[in-house]
């Protein structure tokens, strides 16, 4: 009787203790430190051979979704590495593929039938597609704009995938890391001068969450070595869609 008496107290305080530690997305940081370089493109070809591991991580946040105890970083970690980590596992669910957008029905319907919107994910009782990821809780639950350097969609023009996990700990530093990592790539974002510049669609495509405390461009200048002036010439580059794969 006492021993069953332990073994329920021990199993208590593990349960609690991990509830508050949240989980570890050490394999994870392993599989993107392994298979993505420092431009953030994807050696798809090796981690599909090390698929398992993947799986095995994805299985860890689908078995323990964030609880209430955990912390706000613990939470947009989670959900950050989910995103990327997903959309890994689409690609290679699919893989050889061109571009993530040949995902999902061959008759594109917008929110119905692109490759953002396949049900794959299930987390705790609840399935979800990765629009449900991005929308429903990481923009919905936090008013964080960095996320958007740090959502990668598979996509050249995407921000690059980081090639370690994000961690609570260092959560707002690696955020940073992203956004002026993204505004210094002139692939992704031209400052001809102080007056000029052609940004990344996503500035455009989600001006409302840079614009909540300012202007865009004075979000912008807070990461950009180069600050444009108030009233700058702003354009759009074209968006290339290509899958980030290693060449």
């Known amino acids: 009787m006492m021993n069953l008496a332990v073994f329920i107290v021990t199993t208590f305080l593990t349960i609690s203790l991990f509830a508050q530690r949240g989980v570890s997305h050490k394999s994870y940081d392993e599989l993107l430190q392994k298979y993505v370089d420092e431009e953030g493109m994807v050696d798809y070809k090796g981690l599909k051979a090390d698929r398992s591991k993947l799986k095995s991580y994805l299985s860890i946040l689908e078995n323990n979704p964030p ?19 997903f959309t890994l596992e689409l ?8 571009s993530i957008k040949d995902i999902g029905s061959t008759i594109k319907i917008p929110f119905v039938s692109t490759a953002w919107d396949i049900k794959f994910i299930n987390i705790g ?10 929308h429903g809780i990481i923009r919905k639950e936090f008013d964080e704009p960095r996320i958007h350097f740090a959502l990668v969609c598979a996509a050249v023009s995407c921000p690059k995938l980081q090639n370690r996990a994000y961690t609570p700990e260092q959560l707002d530093s690696q955020l940073t890391k992203a956004a002026k990592e993204f505004l210094a790539n002139p692939a992704k974002n031209e400052f001809k001068n102080s007056n000029q510049a052609t940004l990344s669609k996503l500035f455009n495509w989600y001006g409302g969450d840079f614009n909540n405390n300012g ?3 004075e979000y912008i200048n807070q990461y950009s070595s180069t600050k444009l002036s108030k009233d700058a010439d702003i354009e759009w580059k074209d968006y290339d869609w290509a899958l980030n794969e290693q060449k």
């Open 67 to 85: 609880q209430k105890s955990w912390t706000r970083d613990q939470k947009l970690a989670y959900w950050i590495n989910a995103y990327n980590a």
């Open 91 to 98: 690609i290679l669910e699919h893989y050889p593929v061109a």
């Open 125 to 134: 009782d609840e399935e979800y597609d990765l629009n449900n990821l991005e």
């Open 215 to 217: 202007t865009l461009i």
